[in-house]
């Protein structure tokens, strides 16, 4: 019994020691893994970085009205395309699609076709010719 306690307190002492606030005697350092703080990380660079440490700099700045004044507040919080209201925004392209149809069949048939009068007729893009 003597012997389990001894070595008890010897593991606990090298425990102990590798902690990373071992050195500081009024502080405790949580070494537990947030989990909710683990899903905000992102798992690689986002695109217009280059660097861990520029991506984070950006993340730093604050754009929030109480940090910043009004007049720059709506130049960084403007998004990159703006559309006047009501204009109609063209899809890129117009597929006739079955829905009872599976996937592998339709990824399989690179062309469409539109029964029409029984001739097939090519899939048409939207301002194009059919």
């Given at each position: 019994?003597?012997?389990?306690h001894?070595?008890?307190q010897?593991?606990?002492a090298?425990?102990?020691?590798?902690?990373?606030?071992?050195q500081?005697k009024?502080v405790i350092?949580?070494?537990?893994?947030d989990?909710?703080?683990?899903?905000?990380?992102?798992?690689s660079?986002?695109f217009?970085?280059?660097?861990?440490?520029?991506?984070?700099?950006?993340?730093?700045?604050?754009?929030g009205?109480?940090f910043?004044?009004?007049?720059a507040?709506?130049p960084?919080?403007?998004?990159?395309v703006?559309?006047?209201?009501?204009v109609i925004?063209?899809?890129?392209?117009?597929?006739?699609?079955?829905?009872?149809e599976?996937?592998e069949?339709?990824?399989?048939d690179?062309?469409?076709?539109?029964?029409?009068s029984g001739?097939?007729v090519?899939?048409?893009k939207?301002?194009?010719?059919?």
């Amino acid at each position: 019994m003597l012997k389990k306690h001894e070595d008890a307190q010897k593991k606990r002492a090298e425990a102990l020691k590798k902690r990373k606030d071992a050195q500081l005697k009024t502080v405790i350092i949580s070494e537990k893994i947030d989990k909710k703080a683990e899903k905000l990380h992102t798992k690689s660079l986002p695109f217009p970085f280059t660097s861990k440490e520029v991506f984070e700099q950006s993340m730093r700045v604050p754009i929030g009205p109480e940090f910043n004044p009004a007049t720059a507040i709506g130049p960084l919080n403007q998004p990159e395309v703006v559309k006047k209201p009501g204009v109609i925004i063209k899809p890129m392209e117009f597929e006739d699609v079955n829905p009872h149809e599976k996937s592998e069949q339709r990824s399989g048939d690179k062309r469409k076709f539109k029964k029409t009068s029984g001739k097939p007729v090519k899939k048409a893009k939207v301002g194009g010719k059919k």
